[in-house]
């Protein structure tokens, strides 16, 4: 039997982090980037939205959340393979399917549907 942790009785329904978040990070830390490291939300903002009209639409966010997948694509064929995932585990991803996925996560964020994040939406907890 598996017990629940102290933030799940506290917190019914929510996680911590969001499993489908998990693999992202993980990512970005195999890779040693430092291309997400930020000290604040308005920095964060300024370093997605990289036209500079104070939000990130999709291609942006696209471009940033993808910079991790293509620095484990180590042999340029646009799949991530067992031997180029965090840890050597895990099924095989397309570029395709990863970008899918942060569509996905995108459009879920959007929370007034207008196709671009605010900082706020951008800030907000995954929905």
């Not at 917190?11 to 978040?21: M, N």
């Not at 036209?51 to 959340?65: F, I, P, T």
Request: glycine share 12%; proline share 5%; hydrophobic share 30%.
């Amino acid at each position: 039997m598996r017990w629940p942790s102290v933030f799940a009785l506290l917190h019914p329904g929510r996680r911590l982090v969001r499993r489908s978040s998990c693999g992202a990070l993980l990512l970005c830390l195999a890779t040693g980037t430092t291309f997400a490291q930020v000290t604040d939300s308005g920095e964060y903002l300024k370093r997605m939205d990289t036209d500079g009209d104070g939000r990130v639409s999709l291609s942006e966010y696209l471009e940033w959340m993808s910079y991790a997948f293509d620095q484990r694509d180590a042999n340029g064929d646009g799949v991530l393979g067992v031997d180029e995932l965090p840890g050597g585990r895990g099924k095989p991803i397309t570029r395709e399917q990863h970008r899918t996925t942060l569509t996905e996560r995108f459009r879920k964020q959007d929370a007034n549907g207008d196709g671009y994040l605010s900082a706020k939406e951008l800030l907000a907890p995954p929905r």
